[in-house]
Nanobody
Framework: QVQLVESGGGLVQAGGSLRLSCAAS????????MAWFRQAPGKEREFVAR????????YYADSVKDRFTISRDYAKNTVYLQMNSLKPEDTAVYYC???????????????WGQGTQVTVSS
C-alpha cells in the first residue's frame, strides 16, 4: 500500500502559522489526488484542501479559503499545507490522504496518514 506520514503539527497562538508536511512512499503518485482533512473532538472528519499530484488546480473548503495553501514537491514526494492566520476553531488532528479518483469526502480516500495534532490557543 501507499504510505503517508504527516509532520509539522504543534501549538501556536491565534493568528500564527504552521506548515504541515505529508511524505508519500510505496507507489508512484502520478494521477493521484492528494488531500488534507481534519477532525476535531466529537466531530466528523472534514475536508480541508485538495490538489492533483500532477498539479494544475487546487480546491479548498470555505472555512480555510484564503488562509491555507496546499502545494507539492515532486522531488521530495511531499505534499504541504501552509496554514496562516490560524484560529482556535482550526484546532484538530490533520490527516493527509490520497485518492485514485478524487473527491472531497473521506469515503473517496484510498490511503491515510496517521495524523498530526494542530492546537491553536486564543
Amino acid at each position: 500500500q501507499v504510505q503517508l506520514v504527516e509532520s509539522g503539527g504543534g501549538l501556536v497562538q491565534a493568528g500564527g502559522s504552521l506548515r504541515l508536511s505529508c511524505a508519500a512512499s510505496g507507489r508512484t503518485f502520478s494521477g493521484y489526488h492528494m488531500a488534507w482533512f481534519r477532525q476535531a473532538p466529537g466531530k466528523e472528519r472534514e475536508f480541508v484542501a485538495r490538489t492533483k499530484w500532477s498539479g494544475g488546480w487546487t480546491y479548498y473548503a470555505d472555512s480555510v479559503k484564503d488562509r491555507f495553501t496546499i502545494s507539492r514537491d515532486y522531488a521530495k514526494n511531499t505534499v504541504y499545507l501552509q496554514m496562516n492566520s490560524l484560529k482556535p476553531e482550526d484546532t484538530a488532528v490533520y490527516y493527509c490522504a490520497a485518492a485514485r479518483n478524487g473527491g472531497t469526502v473521506a469515503d473517496n480516500m484510498d490511503y491515510w496518514g496517521q495524523g498530526t495534532q494542530v492546537t491553536v490557543s486564543s
